[in-house]
């Protein structure tokens, strides 16, 4: 009688045991296909937002014409400057980058550092940088004599090249041959084996190879001028892990802490020419006044946008180089002003202001026939 009494309570505990298994079961099932199903988008975006990272890019505005097709607003393409402060790898290296930084943008190196010892994955440290100073950054900037003051001898160096090319060691113009290797379109293929560039390739050297190859079998002349830029900075870099003793090094080639991202810049070809109906636009390339500010939503393009990745603490995993395959342009406009005759008027209504010694002056021009203004 005993001995059934404790199977009865044996038995009984196995069924509140699997009762209590099954209905756990059941509720992780229904939580998990609750996250997997009803929930899904939710965790989906929240995931995305902590683990990708999209960087805004200015849009291509349309231009901006008189009625005879002559552009007073056009975009052109310029390179900004971007610093990962998490990618440095130690604080020797930001302080060696804040003192070429302050030579070339000639500001204090404090600033620099201030940017350089944020917690951060991206940070503008120059938006739309002039030609010469984007080209110095990039390593796509012709060689000096200036250049080999103490660091080198350019001499040795023009004639090492082109040993190595050619056999010869005949170099009448360092200068001028230095700066023509810079612009052979095929100089990987001559002067670096495919085992010192891989046992010497940066992340930077790496892209620039990558892109440079991705160029086809089009010859130097065909190519655009930004292709022909990023030749000759992959040319430069490859003269520099080849001959790392004569030539002055690009620190930039080096590091994996800044980056360049092309962007539009607003630019007029007739600077102040009915400046006050055109407008102007801001470093985002908003509309500011004028022309610009009246009808900004219709000039002004799709935005673009960099990806990148980061891992759980924050940390850039990677960043896209290329922008999303197709934008759309904003739309031009074209005013009813002749860019000549406004040329005319304004002259005129100046000195009439001055020789008046007036405060300000206005001017309306009619067509005597129509009566177009």
């Known amino acids: 009688m005993k001995d059934k009494v404790q199977i009865k309570g044996i038995r009984f505990r196995i069924i509140i045991l699997v009762i209590c298994v099954i209905l756990g079961s059941f ?11 009803k929930e899904n988008q939710k965790y989906r975006n929240l995931a995305a937002n902590q683990h990708e990272k999209a960087i805004e890019l200015s849009p291509k505005r349309g231009n901006i014409s008189d009625r005879n097709g002559v552009d007073l607003a056009i975009t052109v393409e310029k390179f900004s400057l971007f610093v990962r402060p998490r990618r440095f790898s130690n604080d020797e290296e930001k302080k060696y980058f804040a003192h070429i930084l302050s030579n070339i943008f000639k500001k204090p190196e404090k600033g620099f550092m201030r940017l350089f010892s944020e917690d951060k994955s991206f940070v503008w440290v120059s938006r739309l940088l002039e030609d010469s100073i984007a080209q110095r950054i990039r390593g796509s900037y012709s060689f000096s004599e200036k250049d080999f003051e103490k660091r080198g001898d350019l001499k040795r160096l023009a004639q090492a090249i082109r040993e190595k090319i050619d056999g010869s060691k005949n170099v009448e113009n360092p200068v001028s041959f230095l700066n023509e290797v810079l612009n052979r379109r095929y100089l990987y293929k001559s002067l670096v084996s495919e085992k010192v560039m891989k046992s010497h390739m940066t992340e930077v050297g790496g892209f620039l190879l990558r892109e440079v190859r991705g160029f086809g079998t089009r010859a130097y002349d065909e190519l655009t001028e930004y292709e022909k830029d990023s030749l000759r900075a992959l040319n430069r870099y490859l003269i520099e892990i080849t001959f790392p003793s004569l030539v002055p090094k690009n620190p930039f080639f080096y590091t994996k802490a800044f980056g360049l991202i092309k962007e539009n810049k607003r630019f007029y070809p007739h600077k102040t020419l009915a400046s006050h109906i055109v407008g102007y636009t801001n470093v985002d390339q908003e509309g500011s006044g004028g022309i610009e500010l009246v009808l900004n939503e219709s000039l002004k393009g799709e ?3 960099i990806n990148g990745i980061r891992d759980a603490s924050g940390n850039e995993i990677c960043t896209g180089e290329n922008v999303q395959a197709k934008m759309a342009e904003g739309n031009k406009v074209v005013l009813t002003i002749d860019a000549n005759i406004q040329h005319i008027v304004e002259t005129e209504l100046e000195q009439g202001v001055k ?5 300000a002056g206005y001017a309306v021009l ?3 026939k129509t009566g177009e203004v």
């Open 355 to 359: 020789k008046c010694n007036a405060t």
């Open 303 to 305: 935005y673009q946008y």
């Open 366 to 368: 009619l067509d005597p």
């Open 27 to 37: 509720l992780v099932l229904h939580k998990a296909s609750g996250l997997q199903i």
